[in-house]
């Protein structure tokens, strides 16, 4: 893909003496969202650690921006310039929702993102900015989760889990919070169990299967794929 923003190619990846990847290949162009979806168990978070060099993968090529990044640190993957909204939030429960976002901020070059334009983007976390995380609800730590990986100015944005636990009404929020970014040309990497938010919003989608892509389409060839929809996400 010649404007690939992310590239995976052939990764296999293993936890001590048991393989979980077998070979996982996707790519995102700029500006474009794309999902890595499964059911739980498949290898989609070991593909995230994968790269963000937290599980280092033993074989394959993960370029970000044209440049290899396999094998780099997970500090200097983000450097390079992706954000992880990591499975379960991880935000500081000790640090307010200032200080949480303050705390991994980087300035790059041009408009970024800013305290005032995380608040404008969720209005929430502005009202609670003085909280601490851990008197936040579920919705408003994603919420906060997300803020503060945008902090890091990113060109490659990865959320794992997305809405997991979230009520319906938070998931909305989440959901048109993620359109929002694409329509502002930040490239996406969404894994997350709700098909019918994922086809209305995402380009194109990878399912994975027991550390293998198995499939791999648009969101108007996986909507009219119900049988693999069952087949492999189980609705």
């Known amino acids: 893909m010649a404007d690939s923003v992310l590239e995976?190619?052939?990764?296999?990846?293993?936890?001590g003496l048991s393989q979980v990847l077998f070979g996982v290949s996707f790519a995102?162009?700029?500006?474009?969202?794309?999902?890595?979806?499964?059911?739980?168990?498949?290898?989609k978070t070991t593909t995230v650690?994968?790269?963000?060099?937290?599980?280092q993968a033993r074989a394959g090529?993960?370029?970000?921006?044209?440049?290899?990044?396999?094998?780099l640190p997970s500090y200097k993957?983000?450097?390079?310039?992706?954000?992880?909204?990591?499975e379960g939030r991880q935000i500081f429960p000790n640090l307010s929702v200032r200080e949480n976002l303050l705390?991994?901020?980087?300035?790059?070059?041009?408009?970024?993102?800013t305290l005032d334009s995380v608040y404008e983007l969720f209005p929430r976390l502005a009202e609670r900015d003085a909280s601490m995380g851990n008197q936040l609800s579920g919705g408003e730590q994603q919420m906060l989760a997300i803020a503060r990986a945008l902090m890091t100015?990113?060109?490659?944005?990865?959320?794992?889990?997305a809405t997991e636990g979230l009520a319906p009404l938070v998931r909305a929020e989440i959901w048109r919070c993620l359109a929002r970014l694409k329509e502002s040309g930040l490239s996406l990497l969404v894994i997350d169990k709700n098909v019918g938010a994922l086809i209305r919003v995402a380009d194109r989608h990878f399912l994975i299967e027991r550390g293998r892509v198995v499939w791999k389409g648009s969101s108007q060839q996986l909507a009219a794929a119900t049988d693999v929809q069952?087949?492999?996400l189980g609705v």
């Open 49 to 55: 650690r994968s790269i963000m060099g937290l599980t």
């Open 61 to 71: 090529t993960i370029r970000f921006l044209g440049d290899k990044i396999r094998g």
């Open 230 to 232: 069952h087949r492999y």
């Open 28 to 43: 995102i162009a700029s500006g474009e969202m794309v999902t890595l979806m499964g059911r739980n168990g498949m290898g």
């Open 8 to 15: 995976v190619t052939g990764i296999e990846t293993c936890y």
């Open 153 to 161: 100015n990113p060109r490659l944005l990865i959320l794992d889990e």
């Open 77 to 86: 993957v983000a450097q390079r310039g992706i954000g992880l909204v990591p």
């Open 103 to 113: 705390a991994t901020a980087v300035k790059r070059s041009g408009d970024g993102w």
